[in-house]
C-alpha cells in the first residue's frame, strides 16, 4: 500500500491563474480531506469530502474548491490565485464513521504564486 | 470555535534530558486531543491520541481539562526524537484544528 498519493508535488503558478491539486487515498479509505500548510504554520482545514460530497468546511472563500470521486479520489481547485495561496496543500484520507480520529497524510503539493 | 496554541516554537534540549512540548486549546465541546509529528523529509504521522492513554517512543501525554492543556512529555530525550510536533484537537467529522507547531532539537 503506497498510502496516501498526491500530485503534482511542486508547481508554480502566476496570479489570476487556476490551479488543480490531486490524490489518492490509503487503500480501504473513504473520506477525503485537505489542509492548507503556510511556511512556519500548522495545517489548517480546508474542506472533508465523503460519497462525493462536500461534508464539512473550514474557513476558505469559494475560491477553493474540490470534488471526490466514486473510486474516492479527490482533487483540490484553487481559481483566481492569489500571492497569499502560495503554501503546501496536505491530502489526508480516513474512514468517516472511525473515532479514532487518525487522519494519513500525503506528502504534499507544494504551490507557488508569483 | 476551537484554537490550539503551542508558545513554544523551537525547544532545544541535550541527548538524555526530560523534553516538554507545551499545548493549550480552547474548545467548547469534549474535547479529543492528538500529537502527530513529521520526521525530517518524512510525511506528518500521528504520535498518541489521549483517549489510548499509550506511551509512543516514550512519550506521553495527559489530557487536563482544567487546565485545557495537552503537554507531550518524554523523560530522556534522543537523537531521534528531533522532528516537528503539532497538537491537534478533533472536532466532530474528523476534522483537525493544528496548532502552530513546535521544532525540537535533541542535541547530542
Known amino acids: 500500500d503506497a498510502g496516501v498519493t498526491q500530485s503534482p508535488t511542486h508547481l508554480i503558478k502566476t496570479r489570476g491563474q487556476q490551479v488543480t491539486l490531486r490524490c489518492s487515498p490509503k487503500?480501504?479509505?473513504?473520506?477525503v480531506s485537505w489542509y492548507q500548510q503556510a511556511l512556519g504554520q500548522g495545517p489548517q482545514f480546508i474542506f472533508q469530502?465523503?460519497?462525493?460530497?462536500?461534508?464539512q468546511r473550514g474557513n476558505f472563500p469559494d475560491r477553493f474548491s474540490g470534488h471526490q470521486f466514486p473510486n474516492y479520489s479527490s482533487e483540490l481547485n484553487v481559481n483566481a490565485l492569489l500571492l497569499g495561496d502560495s503554501a503546501l496543500y496536505l491530502c489526508?484520507?480516513?474512514?468517516?464513521?472511525?473515532?479514532?480520529?487518525?487522519?494519513?497524510f500525503g506528502e504534499g503539493s507544494r504551490l507557488t504564486v508569483l | 470555535a476551537q484554537r490550539v496554541t503551542q508558545p513554544e516554537k523551537l525547544l532545544s534540549v541535550f541527548k538524555g534530558a526530560p523534553v516538554e512540548l507545551k499545548c493549550n486549546y480552547s474548545?467548547?465541546?469534549?474535547?479529543?486531543l492528538f500529537w502527530y509529528v513529521q520526521y525530517s523529509r518524512q510525511r506528518l504521522q500521528l504520535l498518541l491520541r489521549?483517549?489510548s492513554r499509550e506511551s509512543i517512543k516514550g512519550f506521553t501525554a495527559d489530557l487536563n481539562k482544567g487546565e485545557t492543556s495537552f503537554h507531550l512529555k518524554k523523560p530522556f530525550a534522543q537523537e531521534e526524537d528531533s522532528a516537528m510536533y503539532y497538537c491537534?484537537?478533533?472536532?466532530?467529522?474528523?476534522?483537525?484544528?493544528f496548532g502552530g507547531g513546535t521544532r525540537v532539537l535533541v542535541k547530542p
Open positions: 489526508a484520507s480516513s474512514l468517516v464513521w472511525g473515532r479514532t480520529g487518525e487522519l494519513f
Open positions: 487503500s480501504g479509505h473513504d473520506t
Open positions: 469530502y465523503y460519497e462525493e460530497e462536500e461534508r
Open positions: 474548545y467548547s465541546g469534549s474535547p479529543e
Open positions: 489521549h483517549i
Open positions: 491537534a484537537l478533533k472536532a466532530a467529522g474528523n476534522k483537525l484544528t
